[in-house]
C-alpha cells in the first residue's frame, strides 16, 4: 500500500492529519506521522488503522533516511530552518515533498537538480503563504487573460481571535507561535511600492503607518505592512505594477497599543537580562523606565510616552496586569521579547472554549478595455475548537489536497516550487470549497490608491 510520511506533529498538523485519514481508504493510502515526540505523533494518528505513530528524530540521519526512503511522498510540517535536511534525502531517494514554509535560499539551490530527478518539491502551499498566493494569482491571472492591465495589487493576512471569543480589550488571542507575534517586523525596513513611490517603513515607525479596510459582515480592521512586498513583483509577474502592497491584519486599535512596547524596547530579541528569574512583571516594565525616587512606574509609563490616564491605550495596559508586583517571568536569562511573551501568553491564550479566525482580503486594481476597476475579494474562516483551528485547517487542508494530487499524478509539474501556475492552484482551489475555505468577491470602479494623488 502507499504511504505518506508526515514529519512533524505540531498544532497545524491536526486537520491536516484528519483530511488525509478520511481519505486513506478510499484512495487506498496509509499515513505515517512521525515525530520527536512519540506521544505527539500517536495523539494525531488517534489509533486509527490507517494511521501509524513513529518516534523519528531528524537529525539522526539513518533514521530519517529510513523513514523517507521507505515512503511514497514526503510532508514536511518541521520549522522552516529544518526542512532542508529533509529535502535533500528526498532528493536522494527520488521522493516528492510538500511544505507549508516559504522557499529558503537553501531549498531553491536544489531546483536545477530536482526538475532533472522529475520531483515536485512544494513549498509556500499553507495559507500565507498558500492560500494567498493561489487566490490572488487566480484573479491576477484571469485579468490577464481579458487583456487587462494591472495596476494596484493589495494583500493582507490575519490570525486572529473570532468574535464570539473575542473578550479582552486588544481584540486579539494567540492563535499560532507566540514568539513570531512578538518579533515581527523585525530585521529590516518594510519595502513596498505605492502609485509608483518606493516606500519604506523602518521597525521603530511600522505600528503607527496603518491602514484600515473593512471585510463584510466583520467590520473593521487595520493593515500594517509586511517587510518586503517587493520580492512579489517578480513572483507573481507585476515587475510594472505602481502599487504592491503586502501586510497583517489587526482589529483596529491594536497597533497603537502594541506600539508602546515597541517603543519602550520590551519586543528586542537581540540582548540577556539580568536576574529575569526573579524578576517581578512590574521590576520588568521599570528596566525600561528613567529613575525616580519619587514618581511610580505607573506615572513614569505614562509620562514617558504621553499616555493619558483616561486613554483606551491604558487600559490595554492594565488589562495585561504588566504592573503586578508579585508575579515573576521566570526565565534565566530572558530577553525582553522573551518576558514580555512571558506576560502576555498569560493572558493571549485560547481558552478551552475559544475559537480562532483567519481573515484574508486582496485588493486588485486592473485597467481594462479603457475602464479602471476594482475588485475585493475576503475569505473568513473560523475555527472549530483549540484542535481544530482555523489556523490549522487553512495551513493543513492546502498541504493535504496537494500532497494527494501529487501523490496521484494529477500535479505533475517538476522543480522547488510555489503553487502559482494555474494547473496547481486551480484543482486546490476548487477542493478547498468543499470545506468552506471560499473567497467572496466584489467589483467597482478603480479610483487609484490615493484618489487625491498626495504621495
Known amino acids: 500500500m502507499r504511504s505518506i510520511l508526515i514529519i ?17 481508504k478510499t484512495q487506498e493510502f496509509k499515513l505515517i506521522i512521525a515525530d520527536k515526540s512519540i506521544k505527539s505523533a500517536q495523539a494525531l494518528a488517534n489509533n486509527q ?4 505513530a513513529l518516534a523519528l528524530d531528524i537529525f539522526e540521519a539513518s533514521e530519517r533516511a529510513e523513514a523517507i ?6 510532508i514536511s510540517m518541521l520549522p522552516a ?15 516528492n515533498m510538500v511544505t507549508a514554509s516559504y522557499v529558503s535560499k537553501d531549498m531553491e539551490v536544489l531546483n536545477d537538480e530536482v526538475k532533472e530527478k522529475g520531483l515536485t518539491f512544494m513549498n509556500e502551499i499553507g495559507v500565507d503563504p498558500g492560500v494567498d498566493h493561489m487566490s490572488a494569482m487566480q484573479v491576477i491571472d484571469r485579468i490577464r487573460s481579458q487583456g487587462g492591465k494591472m495596476l494596484l495589487f493589495e494583500s493582507f493576512t490575519g490570525g486572529l481571535v473570532a468574535p464570539e471569543s473575542d473578550d479582552n480589550l486588544w481584540n486579539y488571542k494567540f492563535t499560532w507561535n507566540p514568539r513570531n507575534v512578538v518579533v515581527a517586523g523585525q530585521g529590516g525596513a518594510a519595502e513596498f511600492i505605492q502609485e509608483g513611490q518606493y516606500k519604506y517603513i523602518p521597525y521603530q515607525r511600522l505600528f503607527r503607518r496603518t491602514e484600515f479596510l473593512s471585510i463584510p459582515e466583520y467590520g473593521r480592521f487595520e493593515g500594517l505592512a509586511n517587510r518586503n512586498s517587493l520580492a512579489y513583483r517578480s513572483i507573481y509577474g507585476l515587475e510594472d505594477i505602481p502599487t504592491l502592497y503586502r501586510g497583517t491584519l489587526r482589529r483596529v486599535g491594536f497597533s497603537k497599543a502594541w506600539n508602546v512596547f515597541v517603543q519602550l524596547g520590551m519586543t528586542d530579541d537581540t540582548y540577556a537580562m539580568q ?8 521590576s520588568f516594565v521599570n528596566s525600561f523606565l528613567p529613575y525616580s525616587p519619587t514618581d511610580s512606574v505607573e506615572l513614569k509609563l505614562r509620562l ?26 521566570g ?9 514580555l511573551q512571558k506576560i502576555l501568553e498569560e493572558k493571549w491564550t485560547l481558552k478551552p472554549e475559544d475559537k480562532d479566525m483567519i481573515v484574508m482580503y486582496h485588493k486588485f486594481g486592473f485597467e481594462l478595455d479603457g475602464k479602471k476597476k476594482q475588485i475585493d475579494s475576503t475569505m473568513v474562516s473560523i475555527g472549530e475548537d483549540q484542535t481544530y483551528t482555523a489556523m490549522a485547517k487553512t495551513v493543513g ?11 496521484n499524478g494529477e500535479i505533475k509539474k517538476p522543480g522547488v516550487l510555489r503553487p502559482i501556475h494555474p494547473e496547481i492552484y486551480n484543482p486546490i482551489l476548487k477542493a478547498l470549497e468543499d470545506y468552506d475555505i471560499k473567497f467572496e468577491e466584489t467589483e467597482k470602479e478603480y479610483k487609484g490608491y490615493n484618489p487625491d494623488q498626495l504621495l
Open 8 to 24: 512533524g506533529a505540531g498544532k497545524s498538523t491536526s486537520s491536516l492529519v484528519r483530511y488525509l485519514l478520511s481519505e486513506s
Open 49 to 52: 488503522p490507517q494511521a501509524t
Open 69 to 74: 526512503q521507505n515512503a511514497d511522498i514526503v
Open 81 to 95: 530552518r529544518f526542512h532542508i535536511e529533509v529535502a535533500k534525502d528526498c532528493l536522494k531517494f527520488n521522493k
Open 275 to 282: 536576574d529575569t528569574e526573579e524578576m517581578t512583571y512590574r
Open 304 to 329: 514617558s510616552l504621553k499616555i493619558d490616564q483616561d486613554d483606551l491605550i491604558w487600559d490595554k495596559l492594565l488589562e495585561l496586569d504588566l504592573f503586578n508586583p508579585d508575579k515573576k517571568i
Open 331 to 339: 526565565i534565566k536569562q530572558a530577553t525582553p521579547a522573551q518576558a
Open 397 to 407: 487542508l492546502p498541504v493535504g489536497i496537494a500532497a494527494l494530487k501529487i501523490l
